[in-house]
T-cell receptor, first 114, second 114 residues
Framework: KQEVTQIPAALSVPEGENLVLNCSFT??????LQWFRQDPGKGLTSLLL?????REQTSGRLNASLDKSSGRSTLYIAASQPGDSATYLC?????????????FGTGTQLKVEL | IAGITQAPTSQILAAGRRMTLRCTQD?????MYWYRQDLGLGLRLIHY???????GKGEVPDGYSVSRANTDDFPLTLASAVPSQTSVYFC?????????????FGEGSRLTVL
């Protein structure tokens, strides 16, 4: 059974810092991995999607890497801003006989302080 | 604006009552999903539909039913609500199970069962 772990559960940093959020998964036979952002009381917003054949994806100040063999992904946020404060979740997709299954981590709650 | 619309946004319900959460998407995505999000447990898949006319069970299907009469709509029904079904429910969609599988989420329906 695929298990997804995100460490730390919570993180507080001063504005301007570069930071790394971690995601680890137990089964390396994944189809893709997706990073989401969730603001309080809101739905999930897709940030980056990495296919299993890719090593990284970039969007603006965000860079996500994937190391399938070690079961790890990192989300790098450059020059953090207070508006980046949110919970960040990763999810891995594996292919099954009847379709596919997405397993979520429980998230890292980020607070960027002025 | 294209996306996923969920209704109601919030509901308080007496135990034993029947409740249907509505979900409509206008992106013409094939696959749709219902998740529940609970503190400490993350997101768990309730039911999914790979394409109109088909549905499947997820991780926590008991007490819930779905239907997929057309591409756009994917309602979730609680036949007889119980307090353990108090949660935030998210509807999601993706282009297809075998494609990129990038997930897009609605804003959620917060359900309280008393």
């Amino acid at each position: 059974k695929q298990e997804v772990t995100q460490i730390p559960a919570a993180l507080s940093v001063p504005e301007g810092e570069n930071l790394v959020l971690n995601c680890s998964f137990t089964d390396s036979a994944i189809y893709n991995l997706q990073w989401f952002r969730q603001d309080p009381g809101k739905g999930l917003t897709s940030l980056l999607l990495i296919q299993s054949s890719q090593r990284e994806q970039t969007s603006g100040r965000l860079n996500a890497s994937l190391d399938k063999s070690s079961g790890r992904s990192t989300l790098y946020i450059a020059a953090s801003q207070p508006g980046d404060s949110a919970t960040y979740l990763c999810a891995v997709r594996v292919l099954t006989g009847g379709g596919n299954k997405l397993t979520f981590g429980t998230g890292t709650q980020l607070k960027v302080e002025l | 604006i294209a996306g996923i619309t969920q209704a109601p946004t919030s509901q308080i319900l007496a135990a034993g009552r029947r409740m249907t959460l509505r979900c409509t998407q206008d992106m013409r995505h094939n696959a749709m999903y219902w998740y529940r999000q609970d503190l400490g447990l993350g997101l768990r898949l309730i039911h999914y539909s790979n394409t109109a006319g088909t549905t499947g069970k997820g991780e926590v299907p008991d007490g819930y039913s779905v239907s997929r009469a057309n591409t756009d709509d994917f309602p979730l029904t609680l036949a007889s609500a119980v307090p353990s079904q108090t949660s935030v429910y998210f509807c999601a969609s993706s282009v297809g199970t075998g494609n990129t599988g990038e997930l897009f989420f609605g804003e959620g329906s917060r359900l309280t069962v008393l």
